[in-house]
Nanobody
């Protein structure tokens, strides 16, 4: 059974930092990523990382957020620096995997990040 569990969210002042973690289990994952969803807004892609370590970032977080992963632990991380009030959202981990010839994606339950001004 595939399971993704995020942790590390919380309340932080503007300019501060947080590190989110996502513990994944159940299979071998290919691309892993972080998304966020603020109230009244669509879920937004923030960053992805392949199993080889290739990364991509949304312009809104480039230079402030860093995605990394530990394949041995099946974990993905998001280091968030210089946080702004507009970064307030629920942050979700997503992981892609294959079963036979089909591709699947699973999501974590989300972790709340609140940035105060």
């Amino acid at each position: 059974q595939v399971q993704l569990v995020e942790s590390g969210g919380g309340l932080v002042q503007a300019g501060g930092s947080l590190r989110l973690s996502c513990a994944a289990s159940g299979t071998i994952f290919s691309v892993m990523g972080w998304y966020r969803q603020a109230p009244g807004k669509q879920r937004e892609l923030l960053a992805t990382i392949s199993s080889a370590g290739d990364t991509n970032y949304a312009d809104s977080v480039k230079g402030r957020f860093t995605i990394s992963r530990d394949n041995a632990k099946n974990a993905v991380y998001l280091q968030m620096n210089s946080l702004k009030p507009e970064d307030t959202a629920v942050y979700y981990c997503r992981a892609d995997y294959a079963r036979g010839f089909r591709q699947y994606s699973d999501w974590g339950q989300g972790t709340q990040v609140t940035v105060s001004s």
